[in-house]
């Protein structure tokens, strides 16, 4: 059952309604950021209602101490938790003595809406008070021109009667995590207090911990700057852990007065403590210069140059055209690589839930996307990401007395920071992603700088992983890996998981096809020796796979047929999410998929299958499939493509483009989906378009959705700038730039000239 908020809009997601019942809910959806810092979309002033606050600064996090119930040797000491950071949004607000407070008041013509062009949020409202009627305008975002700095405007003009107005803009340091483990607050206050020309600053750092890892300093400063034609008076009120300043004002009829909250913010990730205060200084001195409106010109150049290169137009489907646009400004307002210390948190910034960490999702959905619709400058940080935390990588197979590296399911540091057992060390088919990542970069681009040197450590350590992590069974004469958990986790430690099984061997022949072309003296720091390759190549050659034969099917895991199996069809609607009204006992002895498991493996290892292996599969796993994890849609919707379900692949493409806007898993009041949102990207590109890329050759087979008209997109590609745009009929191939390019299209084989435009049937 979905749930719609908000209206269908080709570049707003907008409305004119409070959602009471659903106010975390339309926070999550209207929550902005800019790579640097966000914050859900709370309200300016006081909101008494449920609400949950939220403000997040990137690479700011916490072990909050690991809370289990029966403690297993290995487990981490500590939840990495992207927590809770000061508050630079309030602004309290009364108005003849009365709080403005939604929950509270009278109000009518309230509207909301979020600016997809340049990641702006827009609000309003009339409120009703006694003796007056004031019409509230609120706008803010987060700058992509200087990072460090957030704005928020505030127009308050009285239509009838007189009020006596005072706005309190603030920054507050109380503030807690609502998924603390202990319920403790993570921070404590280092100085605060009011700066020459009217400007307040609040400097926390995060709380003392045992576990050696860094504390953080945050310091936050504002000015508020003032428009109006009446006279105002303004006050300084320092509190234990916040700084505010109070603005008073009387105004009548027509009259208005606009408060414009700057604020900048700097860490001690990039600024010693020292210097942070003059840095904030130094910013806000900058941004004064500037009026609201021209900062906000600004924005849109940034965020129309990311639109030139990423924007999917969709011709006849306002809903899926919204859906595929909110999830790129969502993606890009997380992360657009100018940091390569960061990655991409599952929530971003718009919640705390799974810690705010870096999952498997990075290299599994986010690459494919960044290498077509970024520099390739971008997804090379995030495979340098994964580099620079090899050690914590081997640390983690250390703990579990394993040689190699295994890379965390968690972290912010490349230490293993997540509490489930079935999760945290049985899903180690991430393992395989990080190396697939490294295998799209290398193959996509053509550039092989980054797997001869820094990558080709990652998979030789991934690899020794593997070797060890195997065993041999006698009886069957086969190498297996016992328990494990898949990418479906409606099945914890089960053994020989055929997607786990086959992404090790894959990584196994993958390593040793790129040792063979390293450097003499790479090999030699790498010491691999014969031996230890005879022993890849013989797991490599003796691996298990469940199958049935009979079926056609390659088997999810040992026992799975074992299972009653049923299809999702034969589930109650009232049972659905069933992981939200079923026990996990009942869930695990389902043959209910939570997402994609084997399809996984065929997305990932698509040349290595027929077209009938994957319909054959496609067909028995799909009608069992609940979809309850936000990153299974898409990969059953680009199967479904190539396998020529068209109806089946645009539903679900339906799903993952409009996941978090309508709802669909009934659990976005807690943040958005963020690492699946390009899923929508995916479905379309190499699903609708059949986007495929292999040894350096690009191909296309192209559908266009019958309820749309046509639908366009760009990519770059090995230097090139293709655009691609499909119809019914015929669709059309533009290389808007670059040296030539050979392609397949349609399994014709084309050559395209720069500024060359060719048609071609469908």
């Not at 003595?97 to 013509?109: H, P, Q």
């Not at 404590?188 to 009217?198: A, F, N, P, R, T």
């Not at 609040?202 to 504390?215: D, I, S, W």
């Not at 600024?271 to 130094?282: D, F, G, K, N, R």
């Amino acid at each position: 059952m979905t749930k719609r908020l908000f209206d269908i809009d080709p570049w707003m997601v907008r409305t004119s309604k409070l959602a009471v019942a659903d106010k975390r809910l339309q926070e999550s959806i209207t929550s902005i950021g800019n790579g640097f810092m966000g914050m859900r979309g709370n309200f300016e002033e006081d909101y008494s209602g449920d609400t949950h606050q939220g403000t997040y600064l990137a690479g700011v996090w916490f072990p909050d101490k690991t809370r289990v119930g029966w403690w297993k040797n290995g487990y981490p000491d500590y939840f990495g938790k992207a927590i809770n950071s000061p508050d630079f949004l309030s602004i309290p607000i009364t108005v003849n003595g009365e709080n403005v407070d939604l929950a509270k008041i009278n109000y009518s013509d309230f509207n909301l809406s979020l600016n997809m062009k340049n990641g702006s949020l827009h609000r309003s409202f009339i409120g009703e008070f006694s003796t007056a009627k004031v019409k509230f305008e609120f706008d803010r975002f987060m700058s992509n021109v200087t990072q460090q700095l957030g704005l928020i405007s505030v127009k308050a003009t009285v239509l009838t009667g007189k009020a006596e107005l005072t706005l309190r803009p603030m920054i507050n340091g109380a503030v807690h995590n609502e998924d603390a483990n202990y319920d403790e607050m993570f921070w404590e206050l280092k100085d605060h207090g009011e700066q020459s020309d009217q400007r307040y600053s609040l400097t926390m750092e995060t709380k003392a911990n045992p576990f050696g890892t860094p504390r953080f300093t945050v310091t936050e400063e504002m000015q508020n700057l003032i428009t109006t034609d009446v006279d105002y008076t303004r006050a300084s009120e320092i509190s234990e852990l916040a700084v505010a300043e109070k603005i008073s004002a009387t105004l009548t009829a027509n009259q208005s007065l606009t408060l414009l909250k700057q604020v900048a913010v700097v860490t001690s990730r990039d600024v010693p403590e020292a210097q942070q205060l003059a840095q904030t200084t130094a910013i806000l001195q900058t941004a004064q210069q500037k009026t609201y409106a021209e900062h906000l010109a600004e924005q849109d150049q940034v965020w129309a140059g990311r639109w030139e290169q990423s924007d999917v137009q969709i011709d006849g489907d306002p809903a899926a055209q919204q859906g595929i646009r909110f999830n790129i400004l969502q993606l890009f307002m997380t992360y657009y690589g100018e940091d390569s210390r960061l990655n991409v948190g599952p929530k971003g910034f718009t919640g705390e839930k799974y810690g705010g960490a870096t999952y498997w999702d990075t290299e599994a959905y986010i690459v494919p996307m960044y290498l077509a619709v970024t520099k390739p400058t971008v997804p090379r940080q995030l495979l340098e990401y994964r580099y620079n935390q090899l050690p914590g990588a081997f640390h983690n197979a250390q703990q579990q007395g394993l040689n190699g590296a295994l890379y965390p399911m968690v972290t912010f540091d490349g230490i293993e920071c997540h509490n489930e057992w079935e999760i945290t060390f049985e899903e180690i088919h991430r393992n395989a992603a990080i190396a697939h990542a490294i295998y799209d970069y290398t193959d996509y681009t053509g550039d092989e700088t980054y797997v001869l040197n820094q990558g080709i450590e990652v998979l030789v350590a991934i690899s020794r992983f593997w070797a060890d992590r195997v065993h041999y069974s006698q009886r069957a004469q086969k190498y297996m890996i016992h328990g494990v958990t898949g990418p479906n986790e409606y099945e914890n430690n089960v053994n020989n998981n055929w997607y786990t099984n086959q992404m090790a061997v894959w990584v196994l022949k993958y390593t040793l096809e790129i040792l063979a072309k390293v450097s003499t003296q790479k090999a030699t720091e790498l010491a691999v020796s014969q031996d230890e390759q005879t022993k890849w190549q013989d797991i490599i050659a003796h691996m298990y796979f469940p199958e049935d034969k009979d079926l056609g099917i390659f088997v999810q895991n040992d026992g799975y047929l074992d299972k009653d199996l049923r299809p999702v069809s034969t589930l109650a609607p009232e049972e659905r999410p069933i992981n939200q009204h079923w026990s996990w006992d009942k869930i695990l002895r389902s043959p209910f998929i939570k997402q994609a498991d084997v399809l996984q493996g065929l997305y990932f290892l698509n040349d290595q299958f027929t077209v009938d292996e994957k319909k054959r599969n496609f067909d028995f796993y799909e009608p069992m499939t609940v979809h309850e994890s936000s990153l299974s849609a898409c990969i059953h919707s680009i199967i479904a493509a190539e396998i020529g379900e068209e109806d089946k692949a645009v539903n679900l493409y339906e799903r993952t483009a409009r996941l978090d806007l309508d709802n669909y898993n009934n659990d976005t009041d807690d943040g958005l989906h963020i690492t699946s949102m390009s899923g929508s990207w995916l479905a379309i590109v190499q699903g609708f378009a059949g986007m495929r890329h292999q040894n350096g050759a690009l191909s296309f087979k192209l559908f266009c959705p019958q309820n749309w008209s046509s639908y366009q997109f760009k990519i770059n590609f090995r230097g090139r700038l293709l655009a691609v745009k499909v119809g019914h009929e015929t669709s059309q191939l533009t290389l808007l730039s670059g040296p030539s390019l050979k392609l397949k299209v349609n399994e014709q084989s084309i050559v395209l000239n720069e500024q060359q435009e060719l048609t071609v049937n469908n």
